[in-house]
């Protein structure tokens, strides 16, 4: 199995980030980012600018009719996953690997329910500090992709692709040996940081030092340690330690897609975080009243957003 053609749907800053990296390494044909007519005439009409620099990639419809991708990479918002699987159908082969760049922990099961489980691989993105404002798109540190089966003690064909052509392309990624302990390392960083980054309408630089915006964050992520060790993932403290360190190495003047979002005045994946961890709170009867009070300041900001 080896991986020559990529897809990618969803051109927010991950996305955006991703298709210029691979668009830089391969022939422009290999590189598809999906689109609908309206998004691709408004993307060649003013370009997409990451760190200054013009980029026109290479566009197709949801209804092109093409031969499947190898690598198919979903990187869109959680709101926007139900029509991103019917625009990527197209690309979908029996040999399909596809990725779910997509914040939280249920993104691989909605799409693997439609396509197939069997094409899926888990994945978490993290380190990358990218803000993007409209068709502009800015980062210091990309980052890099972590993805794998949830075992990887033994790396299946569909890893081992996946790792060798990343490793041509030099592209940065990790295969952890448990992906859902990573997966649950990173909804628990996600739902301390972009809430409270938002909350307080600050960056990363508000919450790297110490004060009551970081004192919120790392409350609320540790009423994620406490869920997790309920559903038998056992996060601790040694993964608050790494997941902070993690943020320590951002541009601290970037922030999270969530706080973009608001300052967009759109409707934010608040689902994803706050509300999942106080579902989680209610069903293994753990207090979650920081994500709790989150909840409440993020609905308050957005309550007049369309």
């Not at 690997?97 to 691989?108: D, P």
């Not at 197939?116 to 980052?143: P, S």
């Not at 608040?270 to 753990?286: E, M, P, R, W």
Request: aromatic share 10%.
């Amino acid at each position: 199995m080896t991986i020559k053609t990529v897809s990618i749907i969803g051109l927010g800053a991950l996305g955006t980030m991703l298709a210029k990296y691979f668009s830089d390494k391969l022939p422009k044909d290999d590189v598809r980012v999906i689109a609908s007519q309206s998004r691709i005439q408004k993307y060649q009409k003013n370009g997409i600018y990451c760190n200054g620099e013009r980029y026109d990639f290479n566009y197709v419809l949801p209804e092109s009719e093409q031969k499947p991708v190898d690598l198919l990479i979903f990187c869109v918002k959680f709101n926007q996953l139900q029509q991103a699987i019917e625009d990527a159908r197209q690309q979908v082969g029996e040999h399909t690997i596809i990725l779910s760049a997509l914040n939280g922990i249920s993104s691989e099961e909605i799409i693997g329910n439609t396509v197939g489980m069997e094409k899926m691989l888990y994945c978490v993105a993290q380190g990358m500090d990218a803000v993007k404002i409209e068709n502009k798109l800015d980062y210091k540190n990309m980052g890099m992709l972590c993805f794998g089966e949830k075992d990887n003690t033994v790396w299946s064909e569909k890893v081992t692709a996946v790792a060798e052509f990343f490793d041509t392309l030099k592209f940065p990624y990790e295969v952890p040996k448990d992906m859902d302990h990573r997966m649950w390392g990173k909804f628990m960083l996600n739902t301390g940081v972009n809430q409270t980054v938002t909350v307080y309408s600050t960056n990363y630089g508000g919450i790297q030092v110490e004060g009551e915006p970081r004192n919120v964050m790392i409350a609320a992520m540790r009423e994620v340690i406490a869920l997790s060790q309920k559903v038998g993932i056992n996060l601790g403290e040694a993964d608050l330690t790494y997941w902070l360190d993690v943020l320590a190495t951002l541009n601290p003047l970037g922030i999270p897609s969530m706080r973009q979002d608001m300052a967009a005045s759109r409707k934010t994946e608040v689902g994803l975080f706050s509300v999942t961890a106080i579902a989680l709170g209610k069903q293994y009867n753990v207090p979650t009243p920081i994500n709790e009070w989150l909840y409440h300041n993020v609905q308050e900001l957005e309550k007049d957003f369309k």
